[in-house]
């Protein structure tokens, strides 16, 4: 462009400008002006003059007030000095915002009650709590959690500023000290017997030398070559005697052989309760003190027959008053009428729990009083019932009975090849109320395992405990890991039931049910060809009826409720942190764990010390523990102070203890450990004696 033509539109640009303006860069100022009149020529209609709006200074005040109100807005949002200020959002997001700020809200409706009282709770010095709350956004279901726990904290904090002994305070100490007491204790119960060995053998010292001329007896008893008879060595040795037998074990038919002037100290009639008071007479005229134990429940006396007699009519009165009345004489009944009776209602049998508290509401009445198992709460079971929906027969024409269903005994064979393979260690037994389904069970048992030689030793092999094939009255005193129970009765082709059922229907059939039911250590698998509908208890009578009601709660498990009332809060607190750490846990497990946890195949007990307080050392630290590792318990003792000053790292001795370390119970929730099994499964297959009382 030449420099006239310059000139020239420079002239007429200026001509545009307001009096008294000043452009310093024309340039811009035009491209500015192109930039106004694209956009003029866009919006307006084409040929109209632009000009300046009217109220653009009333627009520019307006703007300047809400300018202002949405920045005193930001201040309490949070949103001052940053880069998401009300006035820098877009026009929709900012009305959508300021219409959900300007709505009712719940929370302004008690404003000023509650500004009174958090003003009343900052005056009781709460304000750092109320800060730590808000700040967590904790639910309100747990604020009364928090400040018990900061109320506790608190006294703990004064009894620290008053004691400053407590500071020392070392958990690590107490657990060596409770550690020292079991290892002195369990020494001092393991040296009874060598001590009262000693004891003996100082006696029998001294005896040779104080009665020589009964030593010299005694060794011409020894030189004999018939057997020698208690009377003979009453008689020989009177002194010597009572050191070199000081126990006798006899039985009641057989207290005649020993002389009638031997005396004892103490004679403890075991199972009084099958015996009567004529048949112990020869034992009690000896006793200087006389102890009689016996189970009412499952034991009654059983009498001689001493010549064939008339066998009364079935179910007849006379035959039940007369088995009544034996029961009534037996040794226990009687001697319970004048001496001091204490009833033991502690049980130290480890495992069958669901066995056990059946036993325990139908016979027992609930008086039972024993711990849980493990196994029950890993979810192993210990009662089984198996229904024989084809157990149809002919009745028998001697007995007038339908005994044993070919379907029922395939089942039996079944189950115990099952139990062969699965568990060959542990011992079992199948009890059966037909004695003609006991022989046919055996049989078939036996031709069963023929074709298995590799399970012959099971049925073959010199054991403890054989397998065995009884009727209910063979089984009293017998007692199996695991036992098999057929009722050995079916029904007709027609399904109905009838009424002849053996001992269990005649009087004390109930008690002959009982003893069946108590013959298993670990579990018990019912099989039956009919369900407990099936028995009319307006037909039936003694053992049958109790059978129904048995059956009936064996199919329906009927199970007691968890009592989960335990509400120590810091049991609590951990349970929490144990669940957050993948652990299935209960609080207050059966009324009588504090708290249980369990991951995989493993389950651990923790108790407090609130929960050993109220027993005995010896119980509290030795017994109970061990009781409880042989229900299949892993057992965790926590002192309170580490429980209260640092929960999680015993919510982590916990999991560790099972197994489930944080990571790795976090990660897999209740997946099993790739670690074998140990107490749970140890202890359903290893058999155990029960406990002694302290």
């Known amino acids: 462009m030449s420099s006239t033509n310059r000139r020239r539109l420079k002239k007429l640009a200026r001509e545009y400008l307001r009096p008294g303006a000043h452009v310093t860069d024309l340039n811009a100022a035009l491209r500015r002006v192109?930039?106004?009149?694209?956009?003029?020529?866009?919006?307006?209609?084409?040929?109209?003059?632009?000009?300046?709006?009217v109220g653009v200074a009333d627009?520019?005040?307006?703007?300047?007030?809400?300018?202002?109100?949405?920045?005193?807005?930001?201040?309490?949002?949070?949103?001052?000095?940053?880069?998401?200020?009300?006035?820098?959002?877009?026009?929709?997001?900012?009305?959508?915002?300021?219409?959900?700020?300007?709505?009712?809200?719940?929370?302004?409706?008690?404003?000023?009650?509650?500004?009174?009282?958090?003003?009343?709770?900052?005056?009781?010095?709460?304000?750092?709590?109320?800060?730590?709350?808000?700040?967590?956004?904790?639910p309100p279901e747990l604020v009364a959690g928090e400040l018990d726990l900061a109320w506790w904290r608190s006294a703990l904090e004064i009894m620290l500023a008053d004691e400053r002994a407590l500071l020392g305070g070392n958990t690590g100490v107490l657990d060596r000290l409770e550690a020292d007491f079991k290892l002195v204790d369990e020494a001092h119960a393991a040296s009874s017997a060598e001590l009262l060995a000693w004891k003996l053998s100082e006696t029998w010292k001294i005896g040779l030398v104080d009665w020589q001329h009964e030593r010299d007896a005694l060794r011409a008893l020894l030189r004999t070559e018939s057997a020698t008879t208690p009377q003979e060595l009453q008689k020989a040795a009177p002194h010597l005697s009572r050191v070199l037998a000081p126990a006798w074990l006899v039985s009641p038919y057989e207290?005649?052989?020993?002389?009638?002037?031997?005396?004892?100290?103490?004679?403890?009639?075991?199972?009084?309760?099958?015996?009567?008071?004529?048949?112990?007479?020869?034992?009690?005229?000896?006793?200087?003190?006389?102890?009689?134990?016996?189970?009412?429940?499952?034991?009654?006396?059983?009498?001689?027959?001493?010549?064939?007699?008339?066998?009364?009519?079935?179910g007849s009165t006379a035959s039940r008053t007369d088995v009544e009345a034996l029961h009534a004489q037996s040794a226990l009944a009687r001697l319970g009428e004048l001496l001091n009776t204490v009833t033991l209602t502690r049980s130290y049998?480890?495992?069958?729990?669901?066995?056990?508290?059946?036993?325990?509401?139908?016979?027992?009445?609930?008086?039972?009083?024993?711990?849980?198992?493990?196994?029950?709460?890993?979810?192993?079971?210990?009662?089984?019932?198996?229904?024989i929906a084809s157990g149809h027969g002919m009745p028998e024409n001697d007995s007038g009975a339908v005994e044993s269903v070919d379907a029922e005994v395939a089942k039996v064979v079944e189950l115990v090849l099952e139990h062969?393979?699965?568990?060959?260690?542990?011992?079992?037994?199948?009890?059966?109320?037909?004695?003609?389904?006991?022989?046919?069970?055996?049989?078939?048992?036996?031709?069963?395992?023929?074709?298995?030689?590799?399970?012959?030793?099971?049925?073959?092999?010199?054991?403890?405990?054989p397998f065995a094939v009884v009727t209910l009255e063979q089984s009293v005193a017998q007692s199996r890991d695991r036992v098999i129970f057929s009722i050995g009765y079916g029904r007709t082709p027609h399904g109905r039931l009838l009424s002849n059922f053996g001992a269990l229907a005649e009087p004390g059939g109930d008690r002959l049910l009982a003893v069946g039911m108590t013959r298993a250590r670990r579990s018990m698998d019912i099989v039956s060809c009919f369900r407990p509908g099936d028995i009319d208890e307006s037909r039936m009578r003694y053992g049958m009826v109790a059978l129904a009601q048995v059956l009936q709660e064996a199919e329906d498990r009927v199970q007691p409720s968890?009592?989960?009332?335990?509400?120590?809060?810091?049991?609590?607190?951990?349970?929490?942190?144990?669940?957050?750490?993948?652990?299935?846990?209960?609080?207050?497990?059966?009324?009588?764990?504090?708290?249980?946890?369990?991951?995989?195949?493993?389950?651990v007990v923790v108790e407090t010390d609130r929960d050993v307080s109220t027993q005995s050392l010896r119980v509290s630290l030795r017994l109970r523990p061990e009781l409880l590792r042989r229900l299949g318990w892993h057992y965790l003792r926590v002192h309170n102070f580490e429980l209260f000053a640092d929960?999680?790292?015993?919510?982590?001795?916990?999991?560790?203890?099972?197994?489930?370390?944080?990571?790795?119970?976090?990660?897999?929730?209740?997946?099993?450990?790739?670690?074998?099994?140990?107490?749970?499964?140890?202890?359903?297959?290893?058999?155990?004696?029960?406990?002694p009382r302290e």
């Open 255 to 314: 207290v005649h052989r020993i002389g009638t002037e031997t005396t004892f100290d103490a004679v403890f009639l075991v199972d009084a309760g099958a015996t009567t008071l004529a048949e112990n007479v020869g034992a009690i005229r000896r006793a200087k003190q006389v102890v009689a134990f016996g189970d009412p429940v499952t034991q009654t006396p059983t009498p001689f027959a001493l010549r064939v007699d008339e066998t009364p009519e079935f």
């Open 59 to 138: 627009v520019q005040v307006a703007y300047q007030q809400v300018s202002d109100q949405l920045g005193r807005l930001d201040e309490p949002l949070g949103r001052r000095g940053t880069n998401v200020q009300l006035a820098s959002l877009p026009l929709a997001e900012l009305a959508s915002m300021i219409s959900g700020l300007a709505e009712d809200s719940e929370v302004l409706a008690n404003l000023q009650e509650r500004t009174t009282l958090l003003a009343t709770l900052r005056d009781w010095g709460l304000d750092p709590l109320l800060s730590d709350l808000s700040r967590r956004h904790v």
């Open 349 to 387: 049998r480890a495992g069958g729990e669901d066995l056990a508290e059946l036993v325990n509401r139908r016979f027992y009445g609930g008086r039972i009083d024993s711990l849980p198992w493990a196994g029950s709460f890993l979810g192993h079971d210990s009662l089984r019932f198996h229904y």
């Open 562 to 603: 968890d009592r989960d009332d335990y509400s120590e809060p810091m049991l609590v607190d951990l349970a929490a942190r144990l669940e957050r750490r993948g652990l299935r846990v209960n609080v207050g497990h059966k009324g009588k764990l504090a708290l249980v946890a369990a991951h995989g195949t493993r389950a």
């Open 647 to 691: 929960p999680e790292a015993v919510a982590a001795r916990v999991a560790g203890l099972i197994g489930a370390s944080g990571d790795e119970a976090s990660a897999e929730g209740d997946a099993a450990p790739t670690a074998p099994a140990a107490a749970a499964t140890s202890a359903e297959t290893q058999p155990v004696e029960p406990l």
């Open 34 to 53: 192109q930039q106004q009149r694209t956009l003029w020529q866009r919006y307006a209609v084409a040929g109209t003059v632009p000009e300046v709006p």
């Open 420 to 465: 062969a393979v699965i568990r060959p260690r542990e011992s079992l037994m199948v009890i059966t109320a037909s004695p003609r389904h006991a022989v046919r069970v055996q049989q078939a048992v036996l031709t069963a395992f023929a074709k298995r030689t590799d399970l012959s030793d099971f049925i073959l092999g010199d054991r403890p405990e």
